[in-house]
T-cell receptor, first 114, second 118 residues
Framework: KAGVTQTPRYLIKTRGQQVTLSCSPI?????VSWYQQTPGQGLQFLFE???????NKGNFPGRFSGRQFSNSRSEMNVSTLELGDSALYLC?????????????FGDGTRLSIL | AQKVTQAQTEISVVEKEDVTLDCVYE???????LFWYKQPPSGELVFLIR??????QNEISGRYSWNFQKSTSSFNFTITASQVVDSAVYFC???????????????FGKGTSLLVTP
């Protein structure tokens, strides 16, 4: 069974640009969550999508947005990039929403802002 | 608000030593779930164990064991006879209402970096 797939693995952008990250969950999983990991703040929850609807949201500015498609694949978009957005972005999937089940994580996309 | 504290930032042990990773949590929820994840250098977080707030039984899985105590709000993780392959960052996490009250989320501690040397 294929795991969670995130693309691209690495990305370099400059301030002010926007970026889109992609996540394909494990087959049959309908919940996709996104996390930002930085050395200073650690792992922080961005948002969760389930059945194409945002179900839960962390404490991030509106520059961070996402969506989920009917096949459960998800994209995350960050607009007007700032230096502080440099981070490892992790996607996780689970069969249902609610965070009482284990999350299955991808390898992440490492975003560097110059 | 919820909070997970992993006071140990880095731990270094010699192979075959036992090591305990501490996790203390804060929550107002009566029902919640606690998790441990392992993050090897490759970056992917790997699920290790889940506990719900009603199940205080300790658990042993091979060289791993977990001690959940609601009275002290702790969920500690012990590796017995550590091996070099255990070197990784270990995260404790708590599920519950998010900071912004926008629903549920998984709140992680800052992680403990474990280095096991031969």
């Amino acid at each position: 069974k294929a795991g969670v797939t995130q693309t691209p693995r690495y990305l370099i952008k400059t301030r002010g640009q926007q970026v889109t990250l992609s996540c394909s969950p494990i087959s049959g999983h309908r919940s996709v969550s996104w996390y930002q990991q930085t050395p200073g703040q650690g792992l922080q929850f961005l948002f969760e999508y389930f059945s194409e609807t945002q179900r839960n949201k962390g404490n991030f500015p509106g520059r961070f947005s996402g969506r989920q498609f009917s096949n459960s694949r998800s994209e995350m978009n960050v607009s007007t990039l700032e230096l502080g957005d440099s981070a490892l972005y992790l996607c996780a999937s689970s069969p249902v929403s609610g965070f009482y089940q284990p999350q299955h994580f991808g390898d992440g996309t490492r975003l560097s802002i110059l | 608000a919820q909070k997970v504290t992993q006071a140990q930032t880095e731990i270094s042990v010699v192979e075959k030593e036992d090591v305990t990773l501490d996790c203390v949590y804060e929550t107002r929820d009566t029902t919640y779930y606690l998790f441990w994840y392992k993050q090897p250098p490759s970056g992917e977080l790997v699920f290790l164990i889940r506990r719900n707030s009603f199940d205080e039984q300790n658990e042993i899985s091979g060289r791993y064991s977990w001690n959940f105590q609601k009275s002290t709000s702790s969920f500690n993780f012990t590796i017995t006879a550590s091996q070099v392959v255990d070197s990784a960052v270990y995260f404790c996490a708590l599920s519950g209402i998010t900071y912004s009250n926008s629903g549920y989320a998984l709140n992680f501690g800052k992680g403990t970096s474990l280095l096991v040397t031969p």
